[in-house]
C-alpha cells in the first residue's frame, strides 16, 4: 500500500461515520456493472461540507453513476431542498434511483436521463451549487452551463480537475485531459470566479476545483 492510500484511509477512519445505505450504495453499483469512478467517501464528505457551509437549498449535479456523490450532496440539503442530477445511461440512473431510495433521499433528487447537453437546456436559474462530474470532453460546455445557471455566492465544483497530474502536459495526447486544462484555466481565469485546484489522493493524485460566482 502506498503512502497516499494509508493517509486517504486515515482520513476515512477519523472522519467517516459508517453509514450502511452509503456502503451499500457503492457494493450495488460495483454488482450492477458500474465503473468504479465515483468519488471517494472523503471527496464525498467533502462535497457534504461545502453544501453545508454554503446552505445550499438546489443543487445541480451533471453525471450521477450509481448516485454515490448524489448522497453525499442530497443529505447535506435542508428539509425542502432539491437536487437535479443528469445522467446519460438509464442503466445507471437506475442504479442510483435504488441507491437513493434505500437512503431515504429520492425525495429531494431527480434524476433526468439523457445527454446532459440537452438536459442543461431546460433547466432554469438559479443553482447555489452546481457540481461537474460527468464525460471529460464535455466539461467546457458543462462549464458554460454552470456560469448561466448559477448566481452570486453559487460554488460551481469540478471533479477529476489533476488527474494523476496528466493536468502538468502542456499538450496532453487524449481529449479529456486537454479540455480540463481548459476548465482548469477558464476557471482560474474569469474575472467572476475565485478558485482554487485542492489535490485528492487515493490510489493516485486527482483533485477537486471549488470556485465560488463573485
Ligand atoms: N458523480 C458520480 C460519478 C459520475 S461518473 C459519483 O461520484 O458517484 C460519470 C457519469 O457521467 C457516468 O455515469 C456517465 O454515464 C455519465 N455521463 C457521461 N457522459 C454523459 C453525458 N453526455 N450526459 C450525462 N451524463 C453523462
Ligand atoms: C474517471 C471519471 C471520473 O469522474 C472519476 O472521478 C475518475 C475516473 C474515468 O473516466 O476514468
Ligand atoms: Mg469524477
Not at 10 to 18: D, G
Not at 120 to 144: M, N
Not at 149 to 170: E, F, M, Y
Not at 191 to 210: K, S
Request: aromatic share 4%; hydrophobic share 45%; glycine share 6%.
Amino acid at each position: 500500500m502506498s503512502l497516499l492510500t494509508d493517509i486517504d484511509r486515515y482520513i476515512e477512519q477519523l472522519c467517516i461515520p459508517p453509514n450502511v445505505a452509503f456502503e451499500q450504495a457503492i457494493r450495488d453499483a460495483k454488482a450492477n456493472g458500474l465503473p468504479e469512478i465515483n468519488v471517494s467517501p472523503n471527496e464525498g464528505k467533502l462535497l457534504y461540507l461545502l453544501a453545508k457551509i454554503t446552505g445550499a437549498r438546489r443543487i445541480l449535479e451533471i453525471g450521477t453513476l450509481g448516485g454515490y456523490s448524489t448522497l453525499w450532496l442530497a443529505s447535506a440539503l435542508p428539509a425542502r431542498g432539491k437536487l437535479v442530477t443528469l445522467e446519460l445511461e438509464p442503466h445507471h440512473a437506475a442504479v442510483a434511483r435504488k441507491n437513493l431510495d434505500r437512503a431515504g433521499l429520492l425525495k429531494k433528487v431527480e434524476i433526468r436521463v439523457g445527454n446532459a447537453r440537452l438536459s442543461l437546456r431546460q433547466l432554469k436559474p438559479a443553482f447555489d451549487l452546481v457540481f461537474i462530474d460527468a464525460d471529460k470532453e464535455g466539461y467546457p460546455v458543462y462549464l458554460d452551463f454552470a456560469l448561466k445557471l448559477t448566481r452570486p455566492g453559487s460554488l460551481i465544483l469540478v471533479d477529476n480537475v489533476i488527474r494523476h497530474g496528466r493536468v502538468l502536459d502542456q499538450k496532453p495526447k487524449d481529449a479529456g485531459t486537454r479540455a480540463i486544462r481548459k476548465v482548469n484555466h477558464r476557471l482560474a481565469t474569469n474575472p467572476r470566479l475565485e478558485t482554487i485546484l485542492v489535490p485528492l489522493m487515493r490510489e493516485r493524485i486527482d483533485g477537486l476545483a471549488i470556485a465560488r460566482r463573485r
